[in-house]
């Protein structure tokens, strides 16, 4: 590993983000977060703090450069931790739910996640070989269970759409040691 690997937290709530972004720096790491109520500077236990909207995708990639641009490295370790859901305006209905909003939340969900993560691998080419490269995506059980819950419509979607993206490129670079 090098003396100061990068992780770039996308989502960092006080939930989970947060507790996540404290373990990570208490190991050594470079810590940014990335999330709408993001300033653009410095935190005070010196997290960068990025101003970010996941409805929008082409968004991604700037968050990377202004990674690189104060760290003059790459994150070798991404966590994609935000998620959307929309509640529906007939509550026993799925079907009174937008497109519109269904869209957005897939962004959410699965699209901005797979642009961090194209974004993730570009920039592992610029690493040593030795620096262990992970991205971790926050999912839940809805890949795996129908949880019978209009409200649950736009998560459901986005988790399982990611959990098969995932899979699919684990399956394709964990030979490279990518994870
Ligand atoms: N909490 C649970 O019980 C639970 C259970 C199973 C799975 N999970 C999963 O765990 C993950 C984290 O959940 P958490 O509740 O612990 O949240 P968290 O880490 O406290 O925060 C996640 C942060 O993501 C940010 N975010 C949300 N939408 C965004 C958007 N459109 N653009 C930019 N940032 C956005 C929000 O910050 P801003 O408001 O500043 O944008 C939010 O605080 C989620 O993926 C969730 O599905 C949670």
Redesign the pocket.
Known sequence: MVSNPVVLI???????????AEKFASIGYKVAV?????TGTKTANGFLSLK????KPDSIPALFNAVKTEFHASPSVVV?????LTNPPDKDSIFSTSAESVA?DL???TI?PYVAAQEAVNGWQTLPAETKKTFI?????MNIAIVPMPLMLD?GMG?SASAFWIGLADAMYSAKGFR
Request: aromatic letters at 8%; proline letters at 3%; zero cysteines.
């Open positions: 996308l989502g960092a709530g006080p939930r989970i983000g947060a507790s996540v990335a999330s709408r109520n993001g970010a909207d996941f409805t994609y931790n935000a998620a959307a957005l962004n959410v969900n901005s995506y926050t999912g839940n059980i998560l988790k």
